[in-house]
């Protein structure tokens, strides 16, 4: 059975650093893609950060609202994905989504979401 639980989220204020965690489980952590979502209330789901499958190199992708303030990293040993965050803005607010992927296979698989609220 898959799991992708996302963990680390809070209340933190602007300028300040928040670690989100994601561990799966139930697949082969390394050949996927995985992804950070977030979505703002009352606005879509964007792309935070993404980093390829271990085999494809693990490279990384931001969105360039996060460029420079975010890291995403992979410990395929611990099937974990992690998003550091630092600098944080009041408009980084937002319910924080981990995804995997495997687009050859079809397969995606979503966590429920861990809030981040930045104080201003």
């Known amino acids: 059975q898959v799991h992708v639980v996302e963990s680390g989220g809070g209340l933190v204020q602007a300028g300040g650093s928040l670690g989100l965690s994601c561990e799966a489980s139930?697949?082969?952590?390394?050949?996927?893609?995985m992804t950070w979502y977030r979505q703002a209330p009352g606005k879509e789901r964007d792309m935070v950060a993404s980093?390829?499958?271990?085999?494809?190199?693990?490279?990384?992708n931001y969105a360039d609202s996060v460029k420079g303030r975010f890291t995403i990293s992979r410990d395929d040993a611990k099937n974990t994905v992690y998003l550091q965050m630092n600098s944080l803005k009041p408009e980084d607010t937002a319910v924080y989504y981990c995804n995997a992927r495997r687009i050859a296979y079809g397969q995606d698989f979503w966590g429920k979401g861990t809030l981040v609220t930045v104080s201003s």
């Open positions: 139930g697949f082969t952590f390394s050949r996927y893609a």
């Open positions: 980093i390829a499958s271990t085999s494809a190199g693990s490279s990384t």
